[in-house]
């Protein structure tokens, strides 16, 4: 499949040509990282380092936020020179990071990209960062897939989310063209009825993708189908996932319907690719050159420490290239395995982790019973996310589905954003009763964090 003449044309003479045109150095980026992940860790380390002194030194210099940071901690940039020197330096929680936008944005060099995130929070998060972060991300991604079988060129499948509302005409065909140029092909999979898996089934038979990307569970649950159908008539087929954990009975169920190589990745919209699994299916390999991965235990105290191996800490990134706005030592609301620091046996000497166990989502079910993915909430409040500070989705155990949404200071939504929101739930929660309540606040767990998506027993009313 990966043989295809169009597409070893396309992954090894356009896309490069392409990149090299628009002035993006994703192919010699991928070379190099290709070299360093089995460099000698005192390569790395020294390489990290590098990195993460010029990091703190513009972040001091270029930003009212970090300057500040240090200045109360009593610290000067020489001071951390270490990847054991960020101990020294305070979390950035999601609150902080929210608020801080501005006074983390340097003057230079140009913000390149702005995403806005609704995050394992519910909470908006505008992200932004330089032109080097990006070509970073994009080389780093690549690595990984690359991990997994999916190469540039490839033809791949992608079982994603979908956004609520389509872009304009114009933009349309531009993403319609690029896809097909590139080979890429997008389902929704936030409803999983018979109906819409026998569909993707269809397309895996007729365009015969060299590739499935998307969503853990979603993907799993079209593995199950194929399984239980009997619909299997394709060799191996690499499936690569995030957004999501899949268990052993998942996994196993992957294997059944397209074939043993299953490869979990871990990435969100403030870095990207954080950690890649490879094919000694053993942990995550750390972005090691693109960022720095902690797994901090929170103490009694409030203060941190590193996770031993074996136990669970909260993940704390710091992104090693963006300049732009800098994030150093950001919590992103997820729980991830510390690992013993030892190589991996395929020889790649990046630091591994996981698994992740931050990503579980809630499963809702619509009026028939499918089941309907938890993180749609996400995709729609992206698009909605000036209109609103928090939101949860609780299904009721009699099924209706009621949407608590924080509004932005006016205290209310506009009519236009309630209608796309009870279009939106109509079309993916069919024949579910929908109420929205504006409130004030919504309660966290005894952990502190807000349960994006409860769904109620039937038996006893309590959520699950």
Same mark, same amino acid.
């Not at 235990?297 to 420490?305: K, S």
């Not at 690992?339 to 190589?343: A, F, Q």
């Given at each position: 499949m990966g043989s295809h003449p169009y597409g070893s044309l396309l992954g090894n003479v356009l896309l490069p040509a392409w990149e090299r045109?628009?002035?993006? &150095?994703?192919?010699?980026?991928?070379?190099?990282?290709?070299?360093t992940e089995r460099a000698s860790l005192?390569?790395?380390?020294?390489? %990290?380092?590098? /990195? /993460?002194?010029? /990091?703190?030194?513009?972040?001091?210099?270029? @930003?009212?936020h970090y300057r500040r940071v240090f200045d109360e901690a009593g610290l000067a940039p020489a001071d951390v020179g270490a990847l054991d020197d960020l101990a020294k330096l305070p979390v950035l929680d $999601?609150?902080? #990071?929210?608020?801080?936008?501005? !006074? $983390?944005?340097?003057?230079?060099?140009?913000? #390149?990209? @702005?995403?806005?995130?609704?995050?394992?929070?519910?909470?908006?998060? +505008?992200?932004?960062?330089?032109? +080097?972060? %990006?070509?970073?991300?994009?080389? !780093?991604?690549?690595?990984?897939?690359?991990?997994?079988?999916?190469?540039?060129?490839?033809k791949a499948l992608h079982v994603w989310g979908v956004p609520p509302t389509p872009p304009s005409p114009l933009r349309r065909a531009k993403i319609a063209v690029d896809r097909t140029l590139r080979r890429d092909m997008y389902v929704s999979c936030m409803v999983r009825s018979n109906e819409n898996l026998r569909g993707m089934v269809e397309l895996i038979r007729t365009e015969r993708p060299d590739v499935l990307a998307g969503y853990g569970q979603a993907l799993a649950d079209l593995a199950r189908y194929v399984n239980r159908e009997g619909l299997r008539d394709w060799d191996t087929m690499p499936v690569i996932y995030g957004a999501?954990?899949?268990?052993?009975?998942?996994?196993?169920?992957? #294997?059944? #319907?397209?074939? &043993?190589?299953?490869?979990? @990745?871990?990435?969100?919209?403030?870095?990207? /690719?954080?950690?890649?699994?490879?094919?000694?299916h053993d942990g995550l390999h750390e972005s090691a050159e693109n960022l720095i991965v902690e797994l901090l235990?929170?103490? &009694?105290?409030?203060?941190?420490?590193p996770a031993r191996p074996g136990e669970k800490g909260e993940v704390a990134i710091t992104d090693l290239h963006n300049l732009a706005c800098p994030f150093i030592r950001y919590l992103t609301g997820d729980l991830a395995t510390a690992?013993?620091? $030892? &190589?991996c046996s395929c020889g790649r000497t990046l630091p591994r982790f996981g698994p992740v166990d931050g990503r579980v989502t809630d499963t809702m079910r619509d009026a028939a019973g499918n089941p309907v993915e938890g993180i749609l909430f996400n995709i729609l409040f992206l698009d909605i996310s000036k209109h609103t500070r928090q939101f949860q989705a609780v299904q009721r155990a009699d099924g209706s589905l009621v949407?608590?949404? =924080?509004?932005?200071?006016?205290?209310?939504l506009p009519p236009e954003v309630e209608e796309l929101i009870k279009r939106f739930v109509g079309m993916h929660?069919?024949? =579910?009763?929908? @109420? =929205? +309540?504006?409130?004030?606040? =919504?309660?966290?767990?005894?952990?502190?964090?807000l349960r994006r998506v409860v769904v109620e027993r039937p038996h006893d009313g309590r959520a699950s």
């Open positions: 045109f628009r002035g993006r &150095p994703t192919f010699p980026l991928l070379a190099q990282l290709r070299r005192d390569e790395l380390t020294a390489l %990290r380092g590098g /990195l /993460l002194r010029r /990091l703190v030194r513009h972040a001091y210099v270029h @930003t009212r $999601r609150a902080a #990071a929210q608020t801080s936008v501005e !006074t $983390r944005t340097a003057a230079w060099p140009a913000v #390149a990209v @702005t995403k806005t995130t609704s995050g394992s929070t519910g909470q908006p998060l +505008e992200v932004r960062f330089s032109a +080097e972060s %990006r070509h970073w991300r994009d080389a !780093t991604r690549w690595r990984g897939f690359g991990w997994g079988g999916y190469a540039m060129g490839h999501e954990r899949l268990w052993e009975n998942d996994r196993a169920d992957l #294997a059944a #319907a397209f074939g &043993p190589a299953a490869f979990e @990745t871990y990435g969100c919209r403030e870095f990207m /690719l954080m950690g890649s699994e490879c094919e000694a235990v929170r103490q &009694p105290d409030g203060r941190f420490r690992r013993e620091p $030892r &190589p949407l608590k949404v =924080i509004p932005m200071a006016s205290g209310r929660m069919r024949g =579910i009763p929908l @109420t =929205i +309540e504006l409130v004030s606040e =919504i309660p966290l767990t005894r952990a502190g964090k």
